[in-house]
């Protein structure tokens, strides 16, 4: 079946640190991945977004590669910020429908 | 550009109570979907409309659970009757059309079932 397993939380980091948030999926298709993040008391934004395998999706200084061969979209931005502070969901869909979302991460970046 | 809007945005209810979320989309969006996410989880699709036709409601508790878009618009999604475990926040997104649009969410209605 289709899923996608995310790095569990709570992430804290001091500002200016380097992140990475971890993100593998099982698809029978040919899925598109995204990051989705919520930002405290927000609905839910996507954040950026690959179609396809070797696609970067990037926005904002987070960058995200479809690895086809390792079937992981992780998550990364060199320098976060407290502005970050959020709960980040990896997703997938197949052909723009059925959707199915990872667990959510927290992160929570300290000055 | 106006987005997905939801009301309630809080609902407190008792068990075996009904309740209905009313969703509208951004206008033009053929595309609409109802999540449920329980707290510490990412949301799980409930039903995806195409205009007014269900493309996709195999996560459904249809024994309590029914969904309707009429008019390929609005959406309102009901419960009838409640368990405690519906708890939830129940999302709604539209998107546009083509699988590589994007999707957009609503604030989500909050229920807490007692």
């Known amino acids: 079946g289709n899923s996608v397993t995310q790095m569990e939380g709570p992430v804290t980091l001091s500002e200016e640190a380097f992140l990475t948030i971890n993100c593998t999926y099982t698809?029978?298709?040919?899925?598109?991945l995204f990051w989705y993040v919520q930002y405290p008391g927000e609905g839910l934004q996507l954040l950026l977004k690959a179609t396809k395998a070797d696609d970067k999706g990037s926005n904002k200084g987070f960058e995200a590669t479809y690895r086809k061969e390792t079937t992981s979209f992780h998550l990364e931005k060199g320098s976060v910020q407290v502005s970050d502070s959020a709960v980040y969901f990896c997703a997938l869909s197949i052909a723009g429908n059925q959707f199915y979302f990872g667990t959510g991460t927290s992160l929570t970046v300290i000055p | 550009e106006a987005g997905v809007a939801q009301s309630p945005r809080y609902k407190i209810i008792e068990k075996r109570q009904s309740v209905a979320f009313w969703c509208n989309p951004i206008?033009?969006?053929?595309?609409l979907y109802w999540y449920q996410q329980i707290l510490g989880q990412g949301p799980k699709l409930l039903i995806q409309?195409?205009?007014?036709?269900?493309?996709?409601d195999s996560q459904l508790p249809k024994d309590r659970f029914s969904a309707e878009r009429l008019k390929g618009v609005d959406s309102t999604l009901k419960i009838q009757p409640a368990k405690l475990e519906d708890s939830a926040v129940y999302l709604c997104?539209?998107?546009?059309?083509?699988?590589?649009?994007?999707?957009?969410f609503g604030p989500g209605t909050r229920l807490t079932v007692l």
């Open positions: 698809a029978t298709g040919y899925p598109s």
């Open positions: 409309f195409q205009n007014n036709g269900v493309v996709d």
């Open positions: 206008s033009g969006h053929a595309t």
């Open positions: 997104a539209s998107r546009l059309s083509a699988p590589t649009d994007t999707q957009y």
